[in-house]
Structure formats: C-alpha cells, structure tokens
C-alpha cells in the first residue's frame, strides 16, 4: 500500500479500468490493497459488537477518499469511476447467487406469502408514500427542476433496501425468521425496485390512468413468474447436466466451472430478455444448493460452497469501500456547497419519508400476515415487527446504482437539481448504513434476548460471512430434519388441516414429488448413486 | 445458446463488455453459453486421445465465428473486440499463478538451471535467429512497410510458446522431467518474451551498439531477480499475514479472499512498476503453496485448490475460444484476400522459422546442460530432446496478444503490412495449435512408451487438469519425500558431494534454512500449532 502512494499525483487523471493506461494500475493496486486491508481490519475488529466488514470498509473508503483528495489537491477522490455496469454484470450477481445458495430453504419457503407481500405490496407503498411525500415536500425548497418521472424515480430509488448490508446484520441461525423475512424481502424488493424503475423510464407517464396502472401490476407479476422460472429451469439444465454426464467419472474442476458458468448465464440471460437477473440468479442458487450441488465431487462440493461465500464477500467489501471513496467527490458537492442548508434539508426530508414509508406497510401488513397464521409461535410480535421496520431502513448499493442511472450521464452532474439529487442519496446511504446499521445489532440483543442467541454471542461473531458458521453437512441435515427447533410440525393427513395449514401442506406434496419425480431426475441427497460413480473424493481417486 | 442467436443480427454492432448497451449482453450471454459448451463437449471427448480442451476450444470458436459470420451477413466473425487488457490483466494471471500453485517444486528447482538456459537463452536464440531470418526471407516476398523495430517484434511475436497449451498436453505425474523442463522454460519463455518486446518499444534501435546489446542484458536480469522477490516476498507476507491473524480463530472465506487479492495484487505490483507480472505472479503461487497454503483452515485448502484451478481452466478456454473466433475476422482478411500466395508464404516462412530457431537452441543447450549432470538417468536424452523441441512449437495467446500490440490499434488493421502479419500470426497460431498440439500426444506415447505411462493411460486422461488427478495431500507428501520414484538422491555431505552435485546440496542447505527459520515465521507443513488454532475444519466448528 504504501509503495503506491508515492505515484498518487497520478491519481487525477484515472479514468475506467479497461484502458491501458499504466494510471490505472495504479488505481487498480490502491484498490486491491484496500481490499487486503479491509478483511484484515474487519477480522481485527470482529470482536467489536458494533462494527461489522460493510462499515469498516465504509470508513476505510471514506479515509481513503480524504487521502487522495489532498494529495491530487482537491480535484478527485476516487480512482475508479463507478459504473453501473460493473455493479449490475460483476458485483451483484455474485452476492444474490450466493444468498440463494446458502439461505436455509424450509424457512424461506414456509414464510414465502410474508415475504412476497413485504417485498412487493410493502415496496410499492413505500414507493407511492416516498414519491407523493418528495413531490410535496420539495416544493417549498425550491430544489430545482425535477419532473414528475423524477418524483417516482426517488420512489423507486428509496425503496431498494440494501440486502447486502442486512446480510451482514442479522443472523440465520440466530435469529432465522427474522432472517428469513426481512432477507427474503430485500430479495424481493430488490427486484420491485429495479422493476418500478425500469418502468418509469419506459411508460409515458405525461397521463396516468387505470389501464396503464393494470399494465404496470401485469408487468410486475410477468416479471416474477418468469424471471422465477427461468432462475429453476436454469438451476435444474444444470443438475441434469452434472448428473448425467459426469455419471462414472467425475472433474471438479469442469464441475466447478460450470456451476459458476450456469449461475452467471441464468444471469445474463435474464438481462437479456429483460427480465429480472436478481430473482433469476436468487432462484437458481436455490436449485442449485438443492439438486446441484448433490450431484458433484466431495471436493466441489466445499469449493464452491467457499469460492461462492468468498465472491459475495469480496464483492460487497468492493462495494461498500467504493460508497466511501465516492462519497467525497468533489464534482458532486461543488453545486451544493453554495447552499448547503438545502441539501441538509432534502437529505433530512427523505431519510424522514424512508421511516415513514417502511413503517407505513411493516406494521400493517404484519398484522394481515398475523391473521392468516392460526399459531401463536408462527405470528410476528410487536418486538420483531419493530426489528423488521429498523433492519430494512438501510439504504446501499442499488439505491446507489439507480441514482447514478437517473440523475446522472456518464458519472458527472450537470443540473444543480440533479447535483443535489446524488450528494442527498450519497448522505442517505452513509447515515442509514452508519447510524441504522450500527445500532441494529445491539437493537436486536435488546429486543430479542434469546437464551440462545446470549450463549452464542461470545463465541459466534455475527458479522462472520453466514456459511462459514453453518457447518458443511447441516446444511443437508436441515432440508430434511425441518431444522426449527422448538416446534414441531403437525402431518398434515385430512383436508381439513390443508385449509387451516396451507403452506405445511403444499410443502408435504412437495417432498412427495420431490422424492418420486425431481430428484431421481435431476439428483440430490440421497439419489445419486454411491458405486461407482458416487460423487465422493474416495471414489474419484480411485477411478483416477 | 439456442435462444441467443434470434437476435444475431444485433451482433452487428458489437463492442466492448463495459458498454450498457443490450448488445454486449446478447454478446457476453453467447460467450458464456459457448464455455458451457466448451466444457461439455472437452468432457465427452476426454476419450478420444487426439483431442484437448484448448483445440475443442479452438474448433467450436472457428464454427461460431463462421455461424456470426453467416448471420451478420459477412460482416462481422466475433463477438467481443479483442482487448489485451482483458488478456493480461484478467485471464493470464489466474493461469500463471495457478501453474505456480500446482507445481511439483521440487523437480520444478531441481531443473533450475537447465529451465534457465532454456527460457532465457534459448529464447534470446530463437528470437535472433527468427528476427534474421524474417528481415532476410520477406524481402523476396514484398509484404509492405516493415522497419528494423517490425522485425525484432516478429522475433519477440514468435519466440513466445504456449504454456498453456503445455499445460494441456503434458502430465505432470506421467513425465515429470519433461513436465518440469517444458513448462518451467514456457514460463521464463513468456517473461523473456515480454521484456525482449517492451525493450523493442523503448530502446531507440536506430544505431545498435554494444552498450545498447549489455544495457539490455542487464535490463533482462535486474527484471528477472525483482520480479521473483517481489513475487516471493507478497508470498511470504500472505503466509505471515494469515498465520499471526489468524491465530486461535479462522475464518475460510477471508482466508481465501485474502489468498486470491494477495495474488493479484503481486500480479498489480508487478505490472505497477513495469516488472514481468508472469514471472512475480508465479513465484508467488510457488511460495504460497509451500507457506500461505499450510497456515489456512482445510475447507480454505481444498477451496483454493480447486478454485485457482478452476479460474485457470475457465481462462484457458476463453482465451482459445477467443483465438478461434477471431481467426475469421473479415476486416484482417480483406487485405490478404488480394494477394492470398502472399500470405501462405510468409505464414509458411514464419513457421518455419518457429521450427528451425527451436531446433538451434534445444539440441545445443541439452547438450550443455548434460555435461553438467553425472548421473545418466538425469541427461536429457535424443528423444525428450525431440519431445521438448516438438512440444514448444506451439504459438498462443501470448503471441495474439503480442502481435495485436505491436500491428493494430484498437483492433484494428489499417496498413497492408500490418495486415499481413496479423492474418500470418493467426494462421501460425491456429496451426501450431491444431497440427503440432494434436500430434504432441500420440508422438509422447510412440518415443516414451514407460509402463507407468501406458498402464495410467485409460482410467487417466491427460487432457484433465493436472491438479486433479494429484490428490490433495500427496502434494504435501512429494514436497518432502522427493516424489521421483526410480531413482535414490545421494545425501551430500562433503565437499566434494557439494561439486559433484551442486543442486542436490543447495536443496540441502536450503531444506535446513527452511526448517530453521522460515518455517517457524512463516507457517508450512508441520509448523502450524495443532491446538487449539488448528487449521481444520474440527477445529473452526468447536470454536464458533
């Protein structure tokens, strides 16, 4: 790190990686060693209840942006020019795909209606509250010109909650409703968010009436179905190839490669066809983990178990370090130093209307979500409405992305208004994540103090990246054995218990053809054949 | 793939990845699929003893460019412009470091000085010998404006083998020595190459002398002694890193991360400071593997393992699929179309001089290097001469790289000459790789038919990637065993054993100061304290 500094003057004229131009080494070895330091200073500081790895690398970002801001005397604070790009093709795709493969499936599923109404119910009426509220409230601020798609495109920009950052917050397996949930909807609502946006700048919006309300809801649900099922289709071709192609003699290496090739494709290919690459990619995690991943080697199986974490890991830390060391440029806050009582104050009104706007459908969509639910254990407490409402405030990356998309051309403000637009999000995204996501984790050792949870504490770090902690094989374990300690679950047996039960139910059909149809197909635990092809390191060895 | 090619026509006005347009991800969709392919099909044809995965790479390129080319109405063969970035910042580093990763060190050192002779000075022979040859024998064939500077490039262009290529074709554990020999060469060959190339670009060659010719032999060896310490010294501070943090708590993933940002950064370093990032980067993997690899936990083991194995792979693949596919480009072939005797001349001369400036330093130098070894069983005989000789002809994506660097801008041909040597070094490539790569195996079997070899030949397929077929921990076992059954290594212990066999007692001395000194600082084998900060698996999952 310290080697590079000395070149820093060259810093000012750093523009996109991809030249060949010899600055941008530079810039790509001061990221690189950031990157170094940021793991080594988070695993330092893992100890520290407040801190977590997405604010360290905030910070370091933030020091980082200070540092070249003096030594290219005020002209630039960062050495890589953000791109949208590199964002939606290279960094998100890694951190969703691994989301989906690691995230416990029972709990997801059987609390798939909450999380479908809190991801998309709950994003559009904070997107209408945040939307309406903005129009109004700017008003009186005179922020400069801002047309109606503007309004709804802070709407869409502020409902993206940053899953990345509450990834790092919660915990599966200490707190795995809540997990469940408020994860799940940021999954979600994620793709609302990219769809209402999408939309906004498709639609002409000069005359809203029904039918193009209508057609915007049928686009949404088009969306999800297809983006849902080309995320399965994909996750199941590539089942069906590991399984039948590798069957007698297995490669971890082309496995491997392929897993990480198909999830990337199922990506691609979603953009391609417009569809929704974030649920795509979250759905084919899930087949994967769940079909896939039986089918291959001992040795892919914990390669990729770990070389997928490790991607989604270096990704959010290259996105959170690239928040900070962007916050500070200069470009961006020359418009708002003439009046900066102005920005404070639309800074202050949004972060008022992303409160508002998220309480406006947590507590009441709880309560419907409660109504549906006959026991007890199963409903969400006041306590843990609370923790919902608090853990989604955070705002990171996407909301990042859009506003760049919106409010800017190729990463430089021209309008004051649009100026003004950015350094708001910039503030909005470091308060929330700095104040809302520090004070998360002790929020929820107030609130929820588990005696499991206290036992774990010391010895546990929450901010340890999730897979790590759940050993290996328990994954396997906890598809079959239910894995909610606590309670047990009633077999449903008559029709009677399919109205009172439903999602039991269709989970118990589930395994049925799960077991008599999916998996003799396309592999899974307990179906691919031990001898002599068996999907074990022994077995490759000895074939080798 | 099938759903990808409705929109071909798109293809048309296709750029670069980083651009948002929706082309480049009907472009990046098809690349992807094609690896997927690539993948598959190297898999089903492992069986066939002719084929290999870089030449099923090679052919389904060439289909897919005649299918672009069909579709685009001529217009266009490839689907992404070729950037030598992507080449030497992306896909070559995860090659290099991972062939320094799986190395069998021991043989690797033990052939230090015959690799040597061979990377170095053969390569400075053959570079001579082309430059002459091509200045003398395309002065009959009138190819257009080529200077003094042209030349010395084509000599640097054709005097770079293909390690990659290598790779594929020789195992590692059939034929070690040679293994060691050709690969080891191949590596010093790339860093040879290179800086021969960049001293092209810099020295002003108008009026060579004998103080220019010293100048650049010292310039040779100041790049080859600090890019193996900077690529051994980020090696050691990985180790040292990982085992003073890590102490009493690991965690895999950002073991692995660091591991992987590690390496690159000595990779970044190397380039930062015009340093040979091939050769930095491969010490690097070296140390690693002997060090940063035994401090780690064992899931972070088989992950790294398996994963740089895999980036290589997947890298390997795209570059040959690439070369494939951009062999067929309209606009290169427009120029020659005119004159195609031309082109097959100086393609023929050119191969022929690849031929004949390998031959003049193989059969030389193992002669020299036999007169400096006692013991029969360690001579290069005639026929691993013919091998090593036969299996350095190859020409690949460091020669592309080289030749789009030196004749084209931007991707670009403009001048006739220029065009020529573009077209002639694909045709070079391509047929090295196709012909002299696919005869490289049968000719092994027919001059070293050894019984281990023969016996291993059908449940082991060469063309697999090596790392896979070495079991895990054996890796550990031949660093310290010797590995080299046959054959018994006298232990030095006088004086005159010190002359006899200087390298055998250098290995000694150094085995000491590892186990003395650097092992106890940096971690390895054995020094890395079983209770209770083990790095095992066991032991993470009773800490956390």
């Known amino acids: 790190m310290d080697m590079a500094?000395?070149?820093?003057?060259?810093?000012?004229?750093?523009?996109?990686?991809?030249?060949?131009?010899?600055?941008s080494v530079v810039s790509m070895n001061i990221f690189v060693a950031l990157l170094c330091a940021c793991i080594v200073i988070g695993h330092l500081l893992e100890e520290n209840r407040w801190m977590n790895e997405s604010i360290t690398a905030l910070i370091i970002g933030l020091c980082t942006g200070v540092v070249i801001l003096l030594f290219?005397?005020?002209?630039s604070s960062h050495i890589l020019v953000f791109s949208e790009d590199l964002f939606f093709i290279y960094l998100l795709p890694p951190i969703i795909f691994n989301a989906g493969f690691q995230v416990k499936k029972k709990q997801f599923f059987r609390n798939f209606m909450t999380i479908?109404?809190?991801?998309?119910?709950g994003t559009l009426i904070s997107f209408v509250i945040i939307s309406l509220g903005a129009r109004e409230l700017f008003k009186k601020l005179d922020v400069g010109s801002l047309d109606v798609a503007d309004y709804l495109a802070i709407g869409a920009i502020f409902s993206a909650t940053d899953s990345v950052c509450t990834l790092q917050v919660l915990n599966q397996d200490?707190?795995?409703?809540?997990?469940?949930?408020?994860?799940?909807?940021?999954?979600?609502?994620?793709?609302?968010?990219v769809v209402l946006f999408n939309a906004i700048q498709s639609f002409d919006l000069s005359h809203i009436d029904s039918s193009i309300a209508l057609q915007f809801v049928g686009n949404f649900f088009y969306?999800?179905?297809?983006?849902?099922?080309?995320?399965?289709?994909?996750?199941?071709?590539?089942?069906?190839?590991?399984?039948?192609?590798?069957?007698?003699?297995?490669?971890?290496?082309?496995?491997?490669?392929?897993?990480?090739?198909?999830?990337?494709?199922?990506?691609?290919?979603?953009?391609?066809f417009y569809l929704s690459g974030i649920l795509t990619v979250f759905f084919c995690g899930i087949v994967m983990s769940h079909y896939t991943w039986h089918n291959v080697t001992e040795g892919s199986r914990v390669t990729t178990k770990h070389a997928f974490a490790t991607l989604s890991f270096i990704a959010e830390i290259f996105i959170f370090l690239y928040v900070g060391m962007d916050a500070l440029d200069i470009e961006k806050w020359r418009f708002v130093s003439s009046s900066p009582g102005k920005s404070v104050g639309v800074s202050s009104i949004l972060l008022g209307l992303v409160l508002v706007g998220r309480a406006?459908?947590?507590?009441?969509?709880?309560?419907?979500?409660?109504?549906a639910k006959k026991s007890a254990h199963e409903k969400i407490n006041l306590k843990q409405q609370f923790t919902i409402w608090w853990a989604g405030l955070m705002r990171g990356a996407v909301s990042m992305a859009l506003a760049y998309n919106q409010f800017t051309r190729l990463g430089h403000t021209q309008l004051r208004g649009n100026a003004i637009m950015i350094t708001s999000t910039i503030t909005v995204v470091l308060f929330s994540t700095?104040?809302?996501?520090?004070?998360?984790?002790?929020?929820?050792?107030?609130?929820?103090?588990?005696?499991?949870?206290?036992?774990?504490?010391?010895?546990?770090?929450?901010?340890?990246?999730?897979?790590?902690?759940?050993?290996?094989l328990e994954n396997g374990q906890h598809d079959s054995e239910?894995?909610?300690?606590?309670?047990?679950?009633?077999?449903p047996t008559s029709l009677r218990m399919l109205l009172s039960t439903p999602s039991h139910t269709v989970h118990h059909y589930w395994r049925k053809f799960d077991n008599a149809f999916m998996r003799p197909v396309f592999g899974g635990r307990g179906f691919v054949p031990v001898v002599p092809g068996s999907p074990t390191d022994k077995a490759e060895k000895d074939l080798k």
């Open 482 to 491: 239910a894995g909610l300690s606590g309670y047990d679950i009633p077999r």
């Open 223 to 272: 969306l999800f179905v297809t983006s849902t099922m080309l995320g399965v289709i994909s996750g199941l071709i590539s089942a069906f190839i590991i399984k039948k192609l590798y069957f007698g003699r297995h490669s971890t290496d082309r496995e491997v490669a392929l897993m990480i090739l198909m999830a990337y494709l199922s990506y691609m290919l979603a953009e391609l």
């Open 5 to 23: 500094f000395p070149l820093a003057p060259l810093l000012m004229k750093l523009g996109m990686v991809s030249t060949s131009d010899h600055a």
């Open 116 to 121: 479908m109404l809190f991801g998309a119910v």
């Open 360 to 371: 406006a459908f947590v507590f009441p969509l709880s309560f419907i979500s409660n109504l």
């Open 174 to 193: 200490e707190t795995p409703l809540l997990y469940s949930l408020v994860f799940g909807e940021g999954v979600v609502n994620d793709a609302t968010s």
């Open 434 to 472: 700095g104040v809302f996501g520090l004070m998360t984790q002790p929020l929820i050792r107030l609130l929820l103090p588990s005696s499991k949870h206290l036992s774990r504490t010391l010895s546990s770090e929450p901010t340890t990246p999730k897979s790590i902690i759940t050993p290996l």
């Open 72 to 75: 290219s005397k005020g002209k």
